[in-house]
């Protein structure tokens, strides 16, 4: 009764935060170099706290390694980043296909950690699936920085 009663505010406070997230994808966000440096360092930091609940450092180290997969697939979608201006403010959409990603990366995780908890291949695949997220995510940053710059220099050419 517990754990269903857990389970079910967990679900609950996830569909509201994936709620969020589309919602302010959908409007466009703020651009703001800050925040292209808090949402990978919020991942990394996540990354990171999740291997210490395995204690294989070597493993870990590997797992760490699909980062890198994750940041050219992330660079890879700066062709799906708009930018607009609203008054005097610029705003950015992320591409549609990173919080799909995202979103079915979480679930999936969650799943296989409830299903199958302290599964040593579970973990690994947990940390691996979340280390090419974080990696995306990185690499989505440096895209949306880059056509930033692009943006600008064309307003500038206007």
């Known amino acids: 009764m517990f754990v269903s009663y857990n389970i079910a505010i967990f679900i609950v406070i996830i569909g509201i935060f994936i709620f969020i997230r589309f919602s302010r994808n959908f409007k466009g966000y703020k651009f703001r170099t800050s925040s292209l440096l808090r949402r990978p360092l919020a991942y990394l930091l996540i990354l ?15 797992t760490l390694l699909f980062i890198f997969p994750g940041i050219i697939l992330g660079i890879r979608t700066i062709n799906n980043i708009i930018f607009f201006n609203a008054g005097n403010t610029i705003y950015y959409k992320r591409p549609f296909i990173i919080m799909v990603f995202w979103l079915i990366s979480l679930i999936i995780r969650y799943i296989l950690i409830f299903m199958f908890p302290g599964n040593i291949y ?17 690499g989505e940053s440096v895209a949306i920085y880059k056509k930033y710059r692009l943006f600008q220099n064309e307003s500038n050419n206007i």
Request: aromatic content about 16%.
């Open 48 to 62: 990171i706290l999740s291997f210490f609940s395995f204690g294989n450092y070597t493993i870990n180290a590997l």
């Open 122 to 138: 579970i973990i690994i695949f947990v940390n691996g699936l979340l280390a090419i997220t974080t990696g995306i995510i990185i």
